[in-house]
């Protein structure tokens, strides 16, 4: 009996939650039904007033306009010029998207939307059983065109760069600048092998690049996820993280990558014990040479 | 005349986890004493970093397993013809990324070793040390050679390379050669005592394949270029080789 307790609690639990939904929901449906206002602008509405609640407050007591405040996206005056409002608020919104997921300076996705993307392409691998690919790339002398050629042009320089190297990527893949001169990418359904070429390949185009007389390098670290371990996001970003330090600590231009292969086997297999090896080294105790 | 079928190589992976024990000289001989017994031998070197096969043979491959590596040429075409009788893939020494890089093509490169026709037996002479490549290869293998002699670091690497391999592939068979011991006793101690800690710590026996003596006609051998079996056919050497070679030439995979 006292094992089934904490079940019922539990089952309880979540039907409250449901019904205060529910209950939610409904209250909401009813206020708008009792107002005539909302409910015809919504019916006009259609598809879309899930998506974008708003709410013409004239005629409306102030109660109900602070109940609506919590639910809807915008509450704006019955006044106000209802189709611009929309688009200037859709434009808004968008807007508000956009920055936070993209880089600003070079247009591409920012290391937000980088690591969005990287869950979902490990949940995709761990379902499909393929393995993904992420690689973390960094300039060798970034700062001596920094330095040399001013800030603004550094700037310039990333923004191209950066662009252009999407181009050499394949349409699946996604590159993000994770901030500095340090770009993400993310390769779906890709194994190392694969991966690995496309790393040479952006790092020749790279080597080819000269920048008013600046020849640039990058150093690439490389992971793959292998969908049969455990390694959670974060561990899998510092997984590449960590080889980018390896290929930089190489010399420049490198490139340094592990997998959830064999190489992490090896480390996981249990070493010779002192025992053993104590008997090993035991056998010329035996017989003393010659 | 024996309708010959299409019959499927033996690979034979030749390790020892620590260098200079001398893999490269046994796996050349055994194969000159295979190929003397009429066997089609292939010896693929695998020792990327540091190649040697070619260098024993006294021969200068135009193209080595780095073109089937970098570039687009199957294994196939850079197979030499050796003095002994038997087929080689070099290998390129000193080619920096090449250790890593294979890694990236090694299954194709499985894919090349299973699909070339016409050998009855495959070595693949593997560079030292417990690195992936080497690992690798050996689990592509039929048959697992390791190379111990009487130096202890020799005999704890030869144990760990086969607890790992044990561990990670459920490898529990290996055949040993001891390379430059006094006398066959020494040769069978060492060997006893390599098999009493499998037995006892893994719990499978290893099979002893021969042991080869120390003898200073080897490094006149390898300092002549030539190979040693073939040289003096009727050396102790020579005989231990044709021995081991006659062994693994009743090998299947």
């Known amino acids: 009996m006292n094992r089934r307790m904490p079940k019922k609690q539990k089952i309880t639990g979540e039907k409250t939650a449901v019904r205060k939904k529910a209950d939610k929901r409904q209250s909401i449906e009813k206020f708008i039904k009792k107002n005539k206002v909302i409910s015809d602008w919504l019916r006009e509405g259609g598809a879309g007033r899930g998506e974008l609640l708003m709410i013409l407050t004239e005629k409306l007591p102030r109660a109900d306009r602070k109940k609506l405040e ?35 300076l070079t247009g591409l996705y920012n290391k937000r939307f980088f690591k969005m993307q990287l869950g979902v392409e490990m949940a995709r691998s ?36 950066g662009l252009l190297m999407r181009d050499r990527l394949r349409p ?33 185009f790279i080597m080819d690049i000269h920048w008013k007389k600046f020849i ?12 049969s371990e455990k390694a959670a996001l974060e561990e899998f970003f510092n997984m590449a993280d960590i080889e980018l330090y390896r290929a930089k600590k190489d010399g420049k231009n490198k490139i340094s990558y592990t997998s959830g292969g064999i190489e ?8 010779v014990s002192l025992h053993e090896r104590e008997l090993l080294l035991k056998m010329k105790g035996e017989k003393p040479p010659k | 005349m024996k309708a010959r079928k299409k019959k499927k190589p033996v690979i ?16 050349v001989n055994l194969a000159a004493a295979l190929a003397r017994k009429g066997k089609k031998i292939l010896v693929v070197d695998c020792d990327f970093g540091l190649a040697n096969v070619d260098i024993m043979l006294g021969i200068r491959p135009a193209r080595t397993m780095k073109d089937v590596v970098f570039g687009e040429t199957t294994l196939r075409d850079v197979i030499v013809k050796t003095p002994g009788g038997f087929d080689l893939v070099p290998a390129c020494s000193g080619v920096r990324d090449m250790a890593q890089l294979l890694y990236e093509r090694i299954e194709m490169i499985k894919e090349m070793l299973l699909s070339l026709e016409g050998y009855d037996l495959i070595l693949l002479d593997t560079g030292a040390g417990m690195t992936e490549v080497v690992l690798q290869f050996n689990l592509l293998a039929d048959r697992n050679i390791l190379v111990i002699n009487r130096e202890l ?77 073939q040289a003096s056919p009727h050396s102790k050497i020579a005989e231990s080789c044709a021995s081991m070679a006659g062994t693994l030439s009743r090998w299947r995979a």
Do not use: W
């Not at chain 2, 034979?12 to 796996?27: E, M, N, P, R, Y």
């Open chain 1, 70 to 104: 919590h639910t809807a996206d915008a509450v704006i005056e019955l006044g106000a010029d209802l189709v611009r409002r929309i688009i200037e608020i859709e434009r808004e919104n968008r807007q508000l998207r956009s920055l936070s997921l993209t880089d600003e």
């Open chain 1, 126 to 161: 761990k379902r499909t059983g393929q393995p993904c690919c992420m690689a973390i790339l960094d300039f060798d002398n970034f700062k001596e065109i920094n330095d040399s050629l001013g800030h603004s042009e550094g700037d310039r320089f990333l923004k191209e760069v």
């Open chain 1, 172 to 204: 699946t893949d996604f590159i993000c600048r994770l901030g500095g001169d340090e770009f993400g990418i993310l390769m779906p359904a890709t194994g190392l092998v694969d991966a690995i070429g496309i790393a040479r390949r952006l790092q020749q």
């Open chain 1, 216 to 227: 640039t390098t990058a150093s690439i670290g490389m992971a793959e996820f292998d969908p």
């Open chain 1, 264 to 271: 992490r086997r090896i480390a996981a297999a249990e070493p």
């Open chain 2, 12 to 27: 034979v992976c030749i390790t020892s986890g620590k260098g200079g024990v001398g893999k490269t000289f046994l796996t």
């Open chain 2, 153 to 229: 670091t020799c005999l704890t690497d030869a144990y760990a390379m086969i607890k790992v391999l044990y561990q990670l592939f459920g490898r529990d068979f290996f055949d040993i050669i001891v390379n430059s011991s006094t006398d066959e006793k020494e040769g069978d101690r060492i060997f006893r005592h390599l098999d009493s800690i499998c037995r006892r710590f893994l719990g499978f026996p290893l099979t002893h394949l021969g042991s080869v003596h120390q003898d200073e006609d080897v490094p006149r051998s390898i300092m002549n270029q030539e190979i040693l079996v």
